[in-house]
């Protein structure tokens, strides 16, 4: 329920497409960032006998190998499987904390348009790494996964009976786009969370597509609706709704294996 009155607005699928890729190209150098190294930690070997400022970095490099976190030495040693497991149930698990958070409000939070879209951008972010780690690195075919998988829409079909010229033209542009080089995120807090807020904006820019993604099901579905508890009920389903998308996006990625993967 919208707490004021719009207009009804069709959203084509150039618009979404448009929207999709944009955001792919934020979402990509951001899980770069979090795969670097600024600090030459991941693939140091502690041994804790050095001064205090070694130790302390010592002490970090260990966390970050028993987390399994991209660059580790670790990580080196997860398979397939492991690490997209990793991103849903690790990754996924702390941005679902920010997602379930309206659910305090409980029913007036449903009301609000920040917990969409705050699912939908958690749930892109983790849908793209999973399609890194199956090989599919170019932002048409990422933004092809989130348009189906998310938002129920075919890019591939888009307009195939309409004028061909026009298509052509558009496609040409839209390629043109894809060949850009993607924005540097700054790997400072403030420059990640300013790239994570385009995000947002981006998103809320296609609107009601927003809420055709995978969403908590049943009794966390109306759990999430009562003060107070709603924010517990609408993490774990949204957890569950994350690991349903990522499942979606692995099956898309094996049904397109051929066309999309590098």
Excluded at 181 to 196: W, Y
């Amino acid at each position: 329920m919208n707490l004021l009155p719009t207009p009804e607005v069709t959203i084509s699928d150039s618009d979404v497409e448009d929207a999709l890729r944009r955001a792919v190209g934020i979402i990509n150098p951001l899980l770069d960032v979090l795969s670097s190294d600024p600090l030459r930690v991941k693939r140091r070997t502690p041994d804790f006998a050095d001064g205090p400022l070694d130790k302390v970095a010592d002490g970090l490099a260990w966390a970050l190998n028993v987390a399994d976190v991209p660059g580790t030495s670790a990580w080196d040693h997860l398979d397939v499987d492991a690490r997209i497991h990793w991103w849903v149930r690790r990754v996924g698990a702390l941005s679902t904390v920010a997602v379930a958070f309206p659910g305090v409000l409980g029913a007036v939070g449903r009301t609000l348009p920040i917990q969409d879209l705050l699912g939908f951008a958690n749930q892109a972010i983790v849908l793209c790494a999973v399609a890194r780690e199956l090989g599919v690195t170019d932002r048409a075919s990422q933004a092809r996964l989130l348009a189906e998988v998310l938002c129920d829409r075919d890019f591939t079909d888009s307009d195939s009976d309409s004028d061909s010229n026009a298509d052509s033209e558009a496609d040409a542009d839209v390629d043109a786009d894809v060949d850009e080089p993607e924005e540097p995120i700054s790997r400072t807090p403030l420059g990640i969370a300013k790239a994570l807020w385009r995000l947002v904006g981006l998103f809320d820019a296609i609107g009601d597509e927003v809420a055709k993604r995978p969403r908590p099901r049943g009794p966390f579905h109306y759990l999430g609706m009562l003060p107070g508890v709603g924010a517990f009920a609408s993490y774990i389903g949204e957890g569950r709704a994350l690991s349903r998308a990522a499942k979606d996006a692995r099956r898309w990625v094996d049904r397109h294996a051929t066309e999309v993967t590098a």
